[in-house]
C-alpha cells in the first residue's frame, strides 16, 4: 500500500518507532509532501536514509510572496533532480481564511509548475475554497501538465470532477472519506475512475480517527473505505492503486 501525501517535517513524530509503524501496518511506500523549501529539504534527507520512503519539492500557497525569491526557485530545481524527487508540490491555490494574496498565489503557482514541466516532473496540487481559479490556471497552462497531476485532498464534489479528468488529473482521498458527514467525499470517489484514484493521510491532519494524530500506518483504514464505496475487495483496490501510483510517479519504480 501506499501513501502519496504525507508530512513529516516538524510534525514531532517519533522515529523510528514511527516508521516500523508504518511499516508493519502493510504500507511499503510513503512520499513526503513538499510545503516549504526547508521542509523540502528535511523530507529530502529522511527519504535518503529510509527505504520505499519518497518526497516532492514545492511551497504552499500559503507562503506565497510577492516578489519570489529567486534562490527558493533555485534550490527547488536542485532537490527536484534528486532520485527520491517524485513531484513538484504541494502547489496552487488556498483562499481559505481571512488574509490570501491572490495575484502572488497565481504566480507561484504558474511557476512552480513551469519548473515541474521542466524537470519532467508531475505535480501535486493544492486547491481550497478556490476550485474556478484552479481550473482556469490548469486550462491557461495545459502544456505544462504532459507530466500529469494530482488533485491532492480532493474535496471539490463529483460536479467538477469531470472538469479536472478532462485534464487528465487523478485524485487522492484521505481520512475524509471515513467521516460520517462525508457525503460529498464519498460521492466523489463513487464517481472517480479507479484508474484515477490515489490513497493518502496527509498526516498528521485529517485522521480517520477524530481527535488523533494521522499517520501513513492509517493507510489501510481508507483504502478498505474506498473499496467499500466502490463495491471491490480490498485487494482489488490496492492493486489498481498501487498501479496509479506507478503511472503517476515513474520515478518510484527506479
Given at each position: 500500500?501506499?501513501?502519496?501525501?504525507?508530512?513529516?517535517?516538524?510534525?514531532?513524530?517519533?522515529?523510528?518507532?514511527?516508521?516500523?509503524?508504518?511499516?508493519?501496518?502493510?504500507?511499503?511506500?510513503?512520499?513526503?509532501?513538499?510545503?516549504?523549501?526547508?521542509?523540502?529539504?528535511?523530507?529530502?534527507?529522511?527519504?535518503?536514509?529510509?527505504?520505499?520512503?519518497?518526497?516532492?519539492?514545492?511551497?504552499?500557497?500559503?507562503?506565497?510572496?510577492?516578489?519570489?525569491?529567486?534562490?527558493?526557485?533555485?534550490?527547488?530545481?536542485?532537490?527536484?533532480?534528486?532520485?527520491?524527487?517524485?513531484?513538484?508540490?504541494?502547489?496552487?491555490?488556498?483562499?481559505?481564511?481571512?488574509?490570501?494574496?491572490?495575484?502572488?498565489?497565481?504566480?507561484?503557482?504558474?511557476?512552480?509548475?513551469?519548473?515541474?514541466?521542466?524537470?519532467?516532473?508531475?505535480?501535486?496540487?493544492?486547491?481550497?475554497?478556490?476550485?474556478?481559479?484552479?481550473?482556469?490556471?490548469?486550462?491557461?497552462?495545459?502544456?505544462?501538465?504532459?507530466?500529469?497531476?494530482?488533485?491532492?485532498?480532493?474535496?471539490?464534489?463529483?460536479?467538477?470532477?469531470?472538469?479536472?479528468?478532462?485534464?487528465?488529473?487523478?485524485?487522492?482521498?484521505?481520512?475524509?472519506?471515513?467521516?460520517?458527514?462525508?457525503?460529498?467525499?464519498?460521492?466523489?470517489?463513487?464517481a472517480c475512475p479507479m484508474d484515477r484514484i490515489l490513497s493518502e493521510?496527509?498526516?498528521?491532519?485529517?485522521?480517520?480517527?477524530?481527535?488523533?494524530?494521522?499517520?501513513?500506518?492509517?493507510?489501510?483504514?481508507?483504502?478498505?473505505?474506498?473499496?467499500?464505496?466502490?463495491?471491490?475487495?480490498?485487494?482489488?483496490?490496492?492493486?489498481?492503486?498501487?498501479?496509479?501510483?506507478?503511472?503517476?510517479?515513474?520515478?518510484?519504480?527506479?
Amino acid at each position: 500500500m501506499i501513501d502519496v501525501h504525507a508530512h513529516f517535517a516538524e510534525e514531532g513524530y517519533s522515529f523510528p518507532e514511527e516508521w516500523e509503524k508504518i511499516g508493519a501496518a502493510g504500507v511499503g511506500m510513503v512520499i513526503l509532501a513538499g510545503d516549504t523549501v526547508f521542509h523540502s529539504e528535511m523530507h529530502a534527507e529522511f527519504a535518503k536514509t529510509h527505504e520505499g520512503c519518497y518526497f516532492t519539492v514545492g511551497i504552499h500557497p500559503e507562503f506565497a510572496r510577492d516578489p519570489l525569491f529567486e534562490e527558493d526557485l533555485r534550490r527547488m530545481r536542485e532537490l527536484a533532480r534528486l532520485e527520491k524527487c517524485v513531484a513538484v508540490g504541494e502547489i496552487g491555490l488556498d483562499y481559505h481564511g481571512a488574509e490570501f494574496e491572490k495575484n502572488s498565489q497565481r504566480v507561484l503557482f504558474e511557476r512552480q509548475l513551469a519548473l515541474a514541466a521542466e524537470l519532467l516532473l508531475p505535480v501535486q496540487i493544492h486547491s481550497r475554497d478556490a476550485c474556478a481559479d484552479t481550473l482556469a490556471i490548469l486550462r491557461e497552462n495545459k502544456n505544462l501538465l504532459k507530466n500529469g497531476f494530482l488533485m491532492h485532498c480532493y474535496g471539490y464534489g463529483k460536479e467538477e470532477m469531470e472538469n479536472f479528468l478532462q485534464l487528465g488529473a487523478y485524485f487522492s482521498f484521505g481520512g475524509v472519506v471515513c467521516f460520517k458527514n462525508a457525503r460529498r467525499v464519498v460521492e466523489s470517489v463513487e464517481a472517480c475512475p479507479m484508474d484515477r484514484i490515489l490513497s493518502e493521510t496527509d498526516s498528521p491532519y485529517l485522521s480517520p480517527f477524530r481527535g488523533e494524530k494521522n499517520s501513513p500506518a492509517n493507510i489501510p483504514v481508507i483504502v478498505q473505505k474506498i473499496a467499500s464505496v466502490k463495491g471491490i475487495e480490498v485487494c482489488e483496490a490496492e492493486r489498481a492503486i498501487g498501479e496509479n501510483a506507478l503511472k503517476l510517479f515513474p520515478k518510484l519504480r527506479r
